[in-house]
């Protein structure tokens, strides 16, 4: 198996700010994102946001854990690399659009490589189901979080 990744976007009836207000709660986000089991903060920046985390992450056919790098760019982008895991490397991020009228578009985009060993249990339908938790779920998530509170 290659690379996983791809780019995501939905539009959501909420202006950009209470977006970006659950986005960067990184904390909170395995309430509202399917396979995201755990986080723990490691280290915080100046304003006492997390800024190292460690994931874990449910994948059906195997858990993924991995230390990521957060970047607060608010209130239109937040984005992680992963420094140390299970993958070979992870960099994602969340690109938030004011659409005006109280709408915001939310696009994710999710670049891996699994590494040799991971991929070989990534494949065929698993790495379609993989796909769609890391990739093609999360602005739905996001939506229905804000939306729904």
């Keep these: 198996m290659g690379r996983l990744g791809g780019t995501a976007s939905i539009d959501i009836d909420a ?3 209470e977006v970006w207000t659950v986005v960067a709660d990184v904390m909170a986000a395995p309430e509202w994102q399917g396979s995201l089991d755990k986080v723990t903060a490691l280290e915080h920046d100046a304003d006492g946001r997390p800024t190292l ?9 195997r858990r993924v854990k991995s230390r990521v790098r957060i970047r607060y760019e608010g ?15 992870v960099d994602a991020v969340w690109e938030l659009e004011d659409l005006g009228s109280g709408r915001t ?19 065929g339908p698993v790495e379609t189901a993989t796909r769609a938790i ?16």
């Design 105 to 123: 578009r939310a696009s994710y985009r999710f670049d891996a490589d699994p590494g040799r060993m991971l991929g070989l249990v990534i494949r």
């Design 53 to 61: 985390l460690d994931t874990e992450v449910d994948i059906k056919v």
């Design 15 to 17: 202006p950009l700010e």
């Design 134 to 149: 890391f990739v093609s779920g999360r602005p739905g998530e996001l939506r229905r979080r804000v939306e729904d509170g």
């Design 75 to 89: 209130p239109t982008r937040l984005s992680w690399t992963q420094e140390n895991g299970d993958m070979k490397s």
